[in-house]
Nanobody, 125 residues
Framework: VQLQASGGGLVQAGDSLRLSCASS???????????MGWFRQAPGKEREFVAA????????YFAEHVKGRFTISRDNAKKTVYLQMNSLEPEDSAVYYC????????????????WGRGTQVTVSS
């Protein structure tokens, strides 16, 4: 497994969760400075972009519907990226996937070559 997402669960609206995504050494050998992203997919819907962060962390990207509520960070020494989700809403319920892309990637699903298996987030109203 190249990417392992964790931290999902069942929470109530307004609660917070922090997702983590641990990368293998191979990801960092394939992409020397990978951009890391989070995407999500709800039942019956297409996978959509949530957030991304460049290698240095100097650039972050967020989908409009999570701006101000979600933050993304990374610890390259630990090869881990985090998605802090605050003020969760029932509409945030989905399987969340982390993904790796080459340096320079941003928000587009097609840019991401490696995907984790996903972690379920369920937000009850």
């Amino acid at each position: 497994v190249q990417l392992q997402a964790s931290g999902g669960g069942l929470v109530q609206a307004g609660d917070s969760l922090r997702l983590s995504c641990a990368s293998s050494e191979r990801i960092f050998s394939i992409f020397s400075r990978p951009t890391m992203g989070w995407f999500r997919q709800a039942p019956g819907k297409e996978r959509e972009f949530v957030a991304a962060i460049t290698w240095s962390g100097s650039n972050t990207y967020f989908a409009e519907h999570v701006k101000g509520r979600f933050t993304i960070s990374r610890d390259n020494a630990k090869k881990t990226v985090y998605l802090q989700m605050n003020s969760l809403e029932p509409e945030d319920s989905a399987v969340y996937y982390c993904a790796a892309a080459p340096l320079g990637a941003s928000i587009y699903l097609i840019e991401y070559d490696y995907w984790g298996r996903g972690t379920q987030v369920t937000v009850s109203s």
